[in-house]
T-cell receptor
């Protein structure tokens, strides 16, 4: 079965500093990888995806993520954090035996950016 | 409307009652998904429709859970004889196409509390 691990429950970073939110995955075959963000009392919003091609993908709000097949990772990054980036971030994967119609989410990582 | 709409926003049910949760997807979106999000966890897949066809219901936790999308637009998730373990946020998402090259658009969810 496919799975996603987000090893950090919370990441704290000062505004203006770079941020990284970690994600590793397990799936047989080629993965489709996604990051979603959830603001308080709001639905999940799509940030970016990796399907194929360039390992570095760029998404909304200045976020990017790098697909690393050998390390089975898809870490989310941003060069300079904003206080408004504070939210709950979810990594997700599809593929393998569950097929590409089913997304498996990680538990989420709370990002807190301090002024 | 501009986004995925779910109703009611909150639902409190006594154990043993039946509940019905509604999802209005973005107009023209082919695919519709239901997810269950327990407190402190990531969303877990319940079921998937492409137009009116329910293509995958492998995530429904028991035969008390039933979903339909009879005209390929609005969907209803029904839970019969609710139990306390059914307490969660139920998320609906839609996408324009029938593949995961198309990102999911989530509603704000229905928070179900079973007392």
């Amino acid at each position: 079965a496919q799975s996603v691990a987000q090893p950090e429950d919370q990441v704290n970073v000062a505004e203006g500093n770079p941020l990284t939110v970690k994600c590793t995955y397990s799936v047989s075959g080629n993965p489709y990888l996604f990051w979603y963000v959830q603001y308080p009392n709001r639905g999940l919003q799509f940030l970016l995806k990796y399907i194929t091609g360039d390992n570095l993908v760029k998404g909304s709000y200045g976020f990017e993520a790098e697909f690393n097949k050998s390390q089975t990772s898809f870490h989310l990054k941003k060069p300079s954090a904003l206080v408004s980036d504070s939210a709950l971030y979810f990594c997700a994967v599809s593929g393998g035996l569950s097929g590409y119609s089913t997304l498996t989410f990680g538990k989420g990582t709370m990002l807190l950016v301090s002024p | 409307g501009a986004g995925v709409s779910q109703s009611p926003r909150y639902k409190v049910a006594k154990r043993g009652q039946d509940v019905a949760l509604r999802c209005d997807p973005i107009s023209g979106h082919v695919s519709l998904f239901w997810y269950q999000q327990a407190l402190g966890q990531g969303p877990e897949f319940l079921t998937y429709f492409q137009n009116e066809a329910q293509l995958d219901k492998s995530g429904l936790p028991s035969d008390r859970f039933f979903a339909e999308r009879p005209e390929g637009s609005v969907s209803t998730l029904k839970i019969q004889r609710t139990q306390q373990e059914d307490s969660a946020v139920y998320l609906c998402a839609s996408s324009l196409k029938g593949s995961y090259n198309s990102p999911l658009h989530f509603g704000n969810g229905t928070r179900l509390t079973v007392t």
